[in-house]
């Protein structure tokens, strides 16, 4: 009988230990997946002054980059998709394990603090949370916090993703579901340090809903009466305690959102007057949203900022720190700053030159430097730097297209990778940019053009011969 009992206890022991070990190959490709996965490869070299918490509006509004170059400290953002407080609270918690950052910036908003089962979309809700925990190997404290959310029976199909996606298995052969989450992602700024950020603007029904904003702050707060209630009160309150019990200082933000100004102020004034009184600190963004210089440009739709606005937004909540927290300002260039926003905020300086003196295309498209880096294996950003002689309006006019050969200059080695013309301008100074696949350090003939969308018309082609392409993440003389 006993040696029954042993098999078993070593049987149900080696399934467990093969759940376990499967488990990276069963998380499907997602946001926070790809930010996890680059924040446990950072954690244990890097020192990090600053972790942003939260939903979407956070991982959109918080770029660390800027918050870099600001204040002189690296920082990273851990929020996720659909990402409630009650969830926060476990991803800050593992977060703590590995890194004693100086300040965490968590973001509320209505709705997103806590499950109320009488919502309508409280399960779709729910499936989102899934995607975070994936993230994180079965245990005890994974389970615990599961099940707050689900019944017990199911707790085990759900805490693990080899469990629960078991139609994937026959797929095993073909390795992790992680690619690289950057591919073919031409309008998507998404770097290192958990950001993500788009060039897209609202819709006609978004800025219709804006139009409410002339109302005035002082009357769109009075519409509604929404109230923070008791249990999500005491969520803040334990979220801030156990940062607290880290020796790690606390700020709860409210990133700006077309909604959260016109529908849920009533809210956030009376979740402040609350977190005043028990001396938490708490800044709302949408009461500084003409300071922060924002409008309805800055927004991709109702919720959520969009590049121009989260660049805004970050730069303003970077001069609002330096006043009030301390951080030690020694972080030197690393793989957190491996992106496109680095680059455009060091005016290309560290990218490796293809064009460093004015080359005009034609009349409309006129560019002054062309510069490029790695971003991920295999994926190329090329940055444009655009002449002042080249008006935005125009520029609008024309589709980009980077086209190169491998080996031979030969029909069947070709490769095209066309991308929008979005601007970005920094300090007075205007960029574009576009992501390129090139597997070959040498490229026979390397082309970049411009094709007009109305006529068709191609422009003049900035060719280069014997392209020896860096594979270099980094240019090492920055460091």
Not at 196 to 214: F, P, Q, R, V, Y
């Amino acid at each position: 009988m006993t040696k029954l009992v042993l098999k078993t206890i070593a049987f149900f022991a080696l399934v467990l230990l093969g759940v376990r070990i499967a488990e990276p190959f069963f998380i499907k490709e997602n946001r926070f997946n790809y930010a996890k996965y680059k924040f446990d490869k950072l954690a244990d070299t890097t020192n990090f002054g600053i972790l942003f918490f939260g939903s979407s509006k956070s991982y959109c509004a918080y770029n660390p980059t800027i918050f870099k170059y600001y204040l002189g400290t690296n920082s990273y953002n851990l929020a996720g998709q659909g990402q409630v407080l009650e969830v926060t609270d476990f991803v800050l918690e593992e977060a703590l394990k590995s890194n004693r950052p100086n300040l965490i910036v968590v973001d509320l908003s209505y709705g997103m603090i806590r499950f109320k089962e009488e919502d309508t979309d409280s399960e779709k809700r729910k499936s989102y949370q899934l995607k975070i925990f994936d993230n994180y190997g079965m245990s005890v404290n994974k389970i615990r916090y599961l099940s707050k959310f689900f019944e017990n029976t199911d707790l085990v199909y759900l805490s693990s993703p080899t469990i629960r996606n078991h139609s994937a298995w026959p797929d095993i052969s073909k390795g992790y579901f992680r690619t690289n989450y950057l591919h073919d992602k031409n309008n998507l700024f998404l770097a290192n340090n958990g950001y993500i950020g788009t060039m897209h603007k609202m819709s006609k029904n978004g800025l219709k809903l804006a139009d409410e904003m002339k109302l005035g702050y002082d009357v769109l707060k009075n519409r509604r009466k929404l109230k923070v209630d008791d249990k999500e009160l005491n969520l803040i309150k334990r979220v801030h305690n156990k940062a607290k019990a880290n020796g790690t200082k606390v700020l709860f933000v409210t990133s700006p959102s077309i909604q959260g100004f016109t529908r849920h102020l009533s809210f956030y004034e009376d979740l402040e007057e609350h977190l005043k009184q028990f001396g938490i600190n708490y800044l709302n963004l949408n009461k500084h949203y003409y300071e922060i210089g924002l409008t309805t440009s800055d927004f991709k739709d109702i919720l959520h900022l969009n590049f121009y606005g989260g660049f805004k937004t970050s730069s303003y909540l970077s001069k609002y720190l330096a006043k009030h927290y301390m951080f030690e300002s020694s972080a030197k260039k690393n793989m957190l700053d491996n992106n496109v926003t680095y680059n455009l905020l060091s005016n290309i300086n560290y990218t490796n030159k293809i064009l460093k003196t004015k080359f005009v295309f034609n009349e409309s498209v006129i560019i002054d430097e062309i510069g490029y880096f790695k971003e991920t294996e295999d994926q190329y950003s090329f940055v444009f730097s655009v002449s002042p002689e080249s008006s935005k309006n125009q520029l609008g006019n024309f589709r980009g297209y980077i086209r190169y050969f491998r080996k031979e200059v030969k029909e069947e080695n070709k490769k095209v990778t066309s991308f929008p013309i979005e601007i970005v301008e920094i300090d007075n100074n205007r960029y574009f940019f576009a992501r390129v696949q090139i597997k070959d350090v040498l490229l026979p003939k390397f082309d970049v053009f411009f094709i007009d969308n109305t006529t068709k018309t191609p422009s003049q082609f900035f060719t280069l011969n014997n392209l020896a392409i860096s594979s270099n993440q980094f240019n090492t003389d920055v460091f």
